[in-house]
């Protein structure tokens, strides 16, 4: 246990349904990062923030999809009208970066199944 | 662009044996890297890093070599054992600090 919770750890939709994720990185981490991983691939970057603010953001995170993390605590990933595509597990992870530790810490993942 | 990749996508080792695993990066300006073990149901776990000021940096049964000339990297885990069997990655870390990760080798380790 790295410390990093996300829930739900499942999630099972329908295809045009919303849904939301929620990541708890450690609390004393400034750095929130989510990513996507499908099956046999590596976790690809989505979006980071720096305490509350969203500092980039890829190309793979179409307007579908939003990410926010309004105290600099915690952090909700939403996807709306959700595409069978979007099957994937979803991880966040945090890092403290003011000491220069680049280590980033991952939770165990939402896996996301859309029908 | 940039991009990391990895060799071989599963290996299969006694139980004992050392396992080595290979991944090239193609962005030269990299300067810092990450392995990844990734057990089934669960998120990465971090192993080891490594700077590009650096060619070796040795752990507890794990040794990450890296040469720059010709951007390859590789893990070398010492006596495999069966709790090694997992996913490894090789993930390049950004100047934003986002991690651009590699497709994965799966270890497998054989009594």
Redesign the interface.
Known sequence: D?G?SQDPRHKITKRGQNVTFRCDPISEHN?L?W?RQTL??????LT?FQNEAQ??KSRLLSDRFSAERPKGSFSTLEIQRTEQGDSAMY?C?S?L?DRGD????????TRLTVT | GESVGLHLPTLSVQEGDNSIINCAYSNSASDYFIWYKQESGKGPQFIIDIRSNMDKRQGQRVTVLLNKTVKHLSLQIAATQPGDSAVYFCAENTLTDKLIFGTGTRLQVFP
């Open positions: 790295t990093v750095r990062y990513y046999g691939q590596g976790p690809e970057f980071y500092l980039e991880l992870a890092s970066s680049y280590e980033q810490y991952f939770g165990p993942g």
